[in-house]
């Protein structure tokens, strides 16, 4: 499955879910995760439910090596409960995030917290158009790894500029004219080097 767009990286029409459902949806899902009690985690698993099924999807969590992940596809691929891969023509529309990162993601609202203050930081210093970029960041380091932007690797850099950013982001075309001086511009602000390629 990806993310919001296909294979080629162009958007798609139709029966797409808009990036502010996912997040919401994903937001929801952390929120039951961190529940204290049944009840309360059934509101938000409900909330989540009545969200993707007013646009024709559901949602489930699954357990891999990696952790739990969080996958969000067309109802219409269920067939007796179940998805079968082999008999879906476009699995573009299918969406995996997962939920465990190499931080902590019970600390997850500390690490959005932070993240959003850098993004503040970097949008008053140097304009709208690095801040939506740091924003954008922000989400893929938040929602994916449960890290501050400023512990990002190279490698996760990279999976942001080729993956996230293109395909979720839906930048603008200055956002992406300056995505890269936009990262250099939060590690800046954040006061830490930008990490080198290939490092950890």
Do not use: C
Not at 2 to 9: H, L, P, W, Y
Not at 114 to 125: C, F, M, P, Q, T
Not at 149 to 166: K, P, Q, W
Not at 180 to 193: D, H, K, R
């Amino acid at each position: 499955m990806s993310e919001r767009r296909d294979a080629e990286g162009e958007s798609t029409d139709g029966d797409e879910l808009p990036a502010d459902v996912v997040d919401e949806a994903e937001r929801l899902t952390r929120l039951a995760r961190r529940a204290v009690d049944d009840a309360e985690r059934e509101v938000y698993e409900r909330r989540r439910e009545e969200l993707l099924a007013a646009r024709g999807f559901v949602a489930r969590v699954r357990e891999d090596d990696a952790g739990e992940v969080l996958v969000v596809h067309p109802d219409e691929w269920l067939d007796d409960g179940v998805v079968r891969t082999d008999r879906i023509e476009d699995l573009s529309r299918g969406i995996e995030i997962p939920l465990d990162g190499a931080g902590d993601p019970d600390d997850w609202e500390n690490v959005d917290a932070h993240n959003r203050e850098l993004v503040d930081a970097v949008r008053e210093a140097h304009g709208d158009v690095h801040g939506a970029n740091a924003a954008a960041l922000a989400d893929f380091m938040g929602n994916h790894y449960a890290k501050p932007i400023e512990s990002a690797t190279a490698d996760e850099l990279a999976e942001f500029l080729t993956e996230y950013f293109v395909r979720n982001a839906w930048p603008s075309e200055a956002q992406r004219e300056a995505i890269e001086e936009s990262i250099e511009l939060v590690f800046e602000t954040a006061g830490e080097p930008l990490p080198e390629a290939g490092g950890q």
